[in-house]
Every structure is written in structure tokens, then in C-alpha cells.
């Protein structure tokens, strides 16, 4: 295994995130306490010492599950990290209650890594909201307690949001959870989310390094580039060695589901192998035919919102319309989109047509913004 300094702990470079255990169901609280119980079992055996859970996870049973798991072992041997659940407005004023619980369900008397999590849009304001909430100063308390060793944050919001928070905040951050893999390098602006974090001096978490498992199902034009520069590495393995070649990045974690996923993970971990320059533009320029196949001709030249009655920021969803389609669903165009009032959301495209008349791509915008609402409904 892998390990990468970080304070003077020993990290293994893997990560368990604890989002995607094995089920015996459909419900996503049904885990499969066995199947999990072999998996920590063998990850603890083979040198990964971060888990990765939070309060929502599986409905609110991961930290209970993991909690368990990992009291079998000595507590100095694996670092446990849970999170804020700041996605939720309704938690916002409940800090204190929420992480008492969270100790308790996890069977720990302090957390290693402790995240405000899901930093974003919708709750950027609440999480700055000293007077109401007091969430920075309840979470920066427990820390000077002890009972949390090293605080640090997970973003999904875009650059300002991120400024924001740690213009704020950041005297304490320790280090940032992103969103960063080789597709979300430009399509998802990860490279400058990285950027800010190096000017900041933060290191580098690594959340959905594979895209919830989107690249690994390369079609055969995608992987051929890839297979010609090394025969022997899996398109798993590609997605890993990005991640290693970028300097910033500390940890990577990886919601593993069966053992099989979490043995060959392992197994790629087992050495650091950073791209070329060469693989690293290859991988970035499959990258780049993916996002031009996947997403509208959309250049945000703007003419469409002069002439739009209803003053939609209409680059900005068909933004968010190219996140929803491509990821299949998922929460961040929803999320985003919610934190719109109902008179600036897709739904508020009145179809008369006449962005499309100025549009220079000739975007059938009043369809897309159509197909953007029933999506969402969905």
C-alpha cells in the first residue's frame, strides 16, 4: 500500500468510503453487515487505515455499521472520518446533537477527520451564519477539545462558493474533500478547485475518483488510446493514476461495494504510478471527446438572455442540463437548481423561442429547457 504524509500520519493513499457498501436490497439502509464485515476486514489487512462515512449515508446506517466494524480493532490503528450533514437545511442549529450521535453510533470518542460537508449553493449562507447556527464555532470547539484531531471541508459548489467559505474559514481548514477525476478536470472545473486549494496550502481529498463507476465503462474508442500506452493497466487503474500524478492530492477515496472492486483497488494502490505528459494528454484528450459528445455547443456568449422574457440565466442551466444528463440523474443539478427561485428555473421557460432565434450554436433551448424540468421531476 501506498502512504502519503500528512501531519506526520502515515495515510494509507486509498481510502474506504463508506457511501456504497454491499446491500442485501433495494433500501439503501439494508447493508450487508457480512459482506462489509470481510470487506474492512481485508482492507485493515492490507494496509488501508481511512474510512470515510457521514451521517446520511445509507439512510443513516454506514456510521453505525462502520462504527461497529472498526471497534474491533485497536482505535490507534485506523483514522475515522464522518461529516457535518450541512445538505440538509432542517440540521442547521443542531450541531452539537448531530456530532453526539455520530460518536455514539460510530463507538468513538473522537473523530480523526471531521468535514463541513457538502459545502454549496444551497448552504453556503447557513454555514456562514455565525449568529443563527454556529456551526464553524461549535465544530472549531470540539476540535480545540480533542474530539475532533483535524477539521477540514468537501465542496460541490463552484469557485465562489469555495472563495467564500474559506475567506471565511479557512484559519482552520486542514484539508479539502473535491470532486476530481480525469473527466471532471475541465468538465466540472476541478483543475481550478485544485489550484485554489495549492494557493491555499490545503491538501487535497479525492471524492468520486471514478464518477460513481461511469469511467470504467469506456466504449472501445475511449480505451483503445488508453490500452496503447499501457496494455497491462485497466481503465480503473487510469482513473488511480491521474489522481497520483497530481501533486496535491493526499487522499483518495473510493466507495467500494464487493470485495472484488475493493481487491483490485488494492492491488492497483500497491505502487504509485504517475502519468507521462504523453498519457496525461492522451487520457485528458478522451476526456475531451467525451464532453464534446455529451454536452450542448452551449459558448455562454449571452445573446439568448438579452432576449429571454423571462430573464432565465439560460447558459447557466444548460450548464447544469449537461451535468444532470451526462452523470444519469444524481444530486448537484437538482441541489443547484433549488437554490433558484421558482421564476428563474427551467420550469419558467415559457417556450416562446426567442433565444433560439439569436442563438449562433442554434441550441433548441426552449426544448432543452423542457427536457431539463421533466428530468428533474423525475
Known sequence: MVYKDFQGIKLS?????????PRNSEADADINVQLTSEMVDYAMAH?????DTAWGYHDGESERVIGSLLSRYPRDSFYLASKFPGYDLANFGKAEEIFAAQLEKCRVDYFDFYLFHNVCELNIDSYLDEERYGTYSFLKRMRDQGKIRHLGCSFHGDLDVMERFMDRYGDVIEFCQLQVNWFDWKFQNAKAKVEMMKKRGVPVWIMEPLRGGRLVNLSEKESAPLRALRPEESVTAWAFRFLQTIPEVTMILSGMSNMEQLSQNIAIFERELPLSEKEWDTLLGVADGMISSAVLPCTACRYCTTHCPKHLDIPALIKLYDEHRFTGGGFIAPMAVGTLPEEKRPSACIGCRSC???????????EVMKDFSERLKG
Open 13 to 21: 493513499a486509498l481510502g474506504l468510503g463508506c457511501m456504497r457498501l
Open 47 to 51: 494496509g488501508i487505515n481511512y474510512y
Open 356 to 366: 433560439e432565434k439569436v442563438c449562433p450554436q442554434q441550441i433548441k433551448i426552449s
